[in-house]
């Protein structure tokens, strides 16, 4: 069975809108771009190995017209590895309205979002969200995603759409691998989806894991 990896940017009050630029979602947001100044060579190089293995993306409407105007025209720039990647492998669209999809290997999902997505596990090895906040919270709520990756980077903007907009439902983590950071400050965490839900505890008796 396939993994579905949500990939995000966020702030470290966990706002995820419009990182890359200012036209990506600017109503009633004035800080699109934000990630700009603060990524570097190691964020790409992380982005880039996030990538490895990738087989599918799963896009909102918003991301997906995004990506479909850029990416097609890039594959002699700088970003050409990316830009092939994305190009050549199918793109899933989850859309309430019947969109025109011309960029080459797209398909809209219909109306029973949560069985489409599911049935995609079936078809492909590593299913990429990328961005897409609006459909990130379906997954979210409805537990339909193996893997999150949040690059979190060291700034506040107090507003924004975040990571967990409405879709969080109580869930366990696990972290996969250990943290990695970048010259400018920016944090790499990898988060599995784990079984059961969580638990609490007393932090003054011996359930809070203290021993010695």
Not at 7 to 25: I, K, N, S
Not at 100 to 117: E, I, Y
């Amino acid at each position: 069975m396939g993994t579905i990896h949500i990939d995000l940017f966020a702030t470290l009050d966990l706002v995820a809108q419009a990182p890359g630029g200012p036209q990506e979602d600017p109503e009633g947001f004035p800080y699109g771009g934000w990630q700009a100044p603060l990524f570097d060579e190691t964020g790409g190089q992380q982005v880039a190995e996030g990538m490895r293995g990738m087989d599918a993306l799963l896009l909102g409407r918003r991301t997906y017209d995004i990506f479909a105007g850029y990416w097609p025209h890039q594959v002699d720039g700088v970003d050409g590895g990316i830009a092939t990647l994305f190009n050549s492998i199918p793109k899933y669209v989850a859309s309430r309205g019947n969109p025109d999809l011309d960029w080459t290997g797209s398909t809209h999902l219909g109306p029973d979002l949560v069985g489409a997505v599911a049935a995609l596990r079936d078809r492909h090895e590593h299913i990429h969200v990328i961005g897409s906040l609006n459909l990130v919270q379906t997954l979210l709520h409805e537990r339909l995603f193996d893997r999150l990756n949040l690059w979190i980077f060291p700034i506040v903007l107090g507003v924004g759409k975040k990571v967990f907009d409405g879709g969080a439902v109580p869930s366990n983590l696990t972290l996969l691998e250990p943290p990695a950071t970048s010259g400018k400050g920016a944090v790499l965490l990898r988060y599995g989806l784990a079984e059961g839900m969580p638990t609490t505890g007393d932090m003054s008796r011996e359930d809070r894991g203290v021993t010695g």
